[in-house]
């Protein structure tokens, strides 16, 4: 008995540097996302409101096409990766436990983020641009209210672990029997988002603000892909997806990515900024279209990434294990890094097309090396446990 109790605690312990590694590519190029999208016309990011130079027309459509459909499923990845490793999270520290580590690493960051630091960043990016704003103007009269930069990505997920910590509190031994989870499983999940995320955007559009920007018109995807996680964990993925769901996976989402251009130059789309308003919400079918490209390529699109940072991903080393480290560290302060270069570059006479590609690149680097000497700091300070030698990071994106 104390043996098997000792092998399932080795296993428990297992890193999983392929899940490692793949959030920090995602991470990576949510920053670098994060700065392109500061010199489009259609926006996305702050820096887009007091941008000196924007993209052409045809840069944009081009991007757009290129690096536009990621921003569909990205952050469904995450939701997915925090879905596989959650359960056995709570199992293993108990829900009372689990629910405050999530309050602390989660929402504290949002809760600094949304008063001070995001909307300080807002501020000083504004001065340089010119603008005779306040900080207290910035934080309590920019839309939408206690705006947090892209931490609204940890609210959403932690107010997601509390209510399915909240779950097992009230059923801890109830685990519903299921079957393994199939195709005919994703396709179900594919359904259930499309229609969803349809019904939600008749009140809230995408890309529309709440207070506290909580993305409430993504929320079926992000809820979706959290428990499609979960169930995928309980079908044995943890540790490896298996080999004909990945190739299927793989077939539909690259289908997809290669159609979604081609489909969108034949309903007319030329301008992203102009012609994307029917899409976005309200009774139409191209809403229904969007939500239902969306919904495959998140479904379809996490399962593959998954499977592919397995096979292509799993290898260790200094390296890896640095950029591992700095990941959710960058992550967090991405925000305050992309404003201050962005704004460092207005001294620089040049176009969107050069400007962002350098802010992105700089900025990566910078958020990822002050994330890794933050990261370190608060290990050894003793305020987050390390273990066998990891990254001190939220468990939900990190380890097993």
């Known amino acids: ?7 399932i605690e080795e296993r428990r312990s297992v890193r999983l540097p392929h899940l490692d590694n793949l959030r920090t590519v995602l991470v990576g190029w949510v920053i670098g996302g994060h700065a392109l999208l500061g010199y489009s016309a259609i926006g996305g990011w702050a820096y887009d409101e007091i941008n000196e130079v924007t993209f052409a027309p045809v840069t944009e459509l081009v991007l757009a096409a290129i690096l536009g459909p990621s921003g569909l499923f990205v952050i469904g990845v995450f939701f997915f990766v925090a879905g596989l490793l959650t359960e056995q999270s709570v199992d293993r520290h108990g829900w009372r436990r689990y629910a405050s580590d999530r309050v602390v690493r989660l929402g504290l960051p949002w809760l600094v983020s949304a008063l001070l630091v995001w909307p300080a960043s807002v501020w000083l990016a504004a001065l340089a641009a010119g603008r005779d704003v306040t900080f207290w103007y910035v934080l309590t009269h920019r839309d939408p209210l206690l705006d947090s930069g892209s931490l609204w990505f940890a609210l959403v997920l932690m107010l997601f672990s509390l209510v399915f910590a909240l779950s097992r509190a009230l059923v801890p031994d109830r685990r519903p ?6 195709v005919a499983g994703l396709t179900a999940a594919v359904v259930l988002i499309a229609v969803t995320s349809f019904a939600v955007r008749l009140w809230f559009p995408a890309r529309s603000g709440q207070v506290g920007d909580l993305h409430l018109w993504q929320w079926p995807q992000c809820a979706g892909m959290f428990a499609l996680g979960v169930a995928a964990a309980r079908s044995g993925w943890l540790g490896h997806v298996p080999d004909a769901l990945r190739r299927t996976c793989r077939r539909v989402t690259l289908s997809t990515l ?14 992203v900024s102009r012609d994307a308003a029917p899409y976005l919400g309200d009774w139409r079918w191209e809403a229904l279209a969007f939500a239902g490209i969306e919904a495959v390529l998140v479904v379809a699109g996490s399962v593959w990434l998954v499977g592919l940072a397995e096979r292509a991903l799993s290898a260790g080393g200094a390296h890896a294990t640095r950029w591992a480290r700095g990941a959710f560290g960058a992550f967090v302060i991405q925000g305050p890094v992309l404003m201050a270069v962005a704004s460092a570059g207005r001294l620089l006479d040049a176009p969107a097309e050069i400007k962002a590609p350098l802010v992105a690149a700089l900025s ?16 050894a300070s003793g305020t987050v446990p390390r273990r066998g030698g990891g990254p001190s990071l939220p468990e939900q994106a990190t380890t097993r």
Do not use: K, N, Y
């Open 1 to 7: 008995m104390l043996s098997r109790v000792a092998d």
């Open 364 to 379: 990566i680097t910078l958020c990822f090396w002050i994330g890794g000497h933050l990261t370190s700091l608060v290990s």
């Open 177 to 182: 029997r299921t079957r393994p989870l199939d």
């Open 258 to 271: 290669a159609l979604l251009p081609v489909l969108a130059l034949t309903a007319g789309i030329r301008d």
